[in-house]
């Protein structure tokens, strides 16, 4: 008996992944380089299409907020906020 798998809950578990090996892999194209050769064909033999499975990706790799793009905007943010207030 073959059982038809649906492909959101892959997409999700796939998206999951990513996300948890985010914290390990900082960068984009190692990560990239891991997955698309396994993952790419394996989600296409079960009837995800590719630009799906790149867009599952991207949304996982993006779970993280990134330390030193959250202090720049902090800094920013402050600056802005001080300068308004002293008028300058």
Known sequence: MRREVESLPLLIGFIIVVAIIDL????????L????????????????EPETVLAAYRVGSVTRIRSEDFD???HKHQSDTSSRSTGR
């Open 24 to 31: 390990l892999l900082t960068g984009a194209i190692a990560k």
């Open 33 to 48: 380089a891991i997955f698309a050769p396994v993952f790419a064909p394996l989600l296409m033999k079960l009837g995800v």
């Open 72 to 74: 720049a905007f902090l």
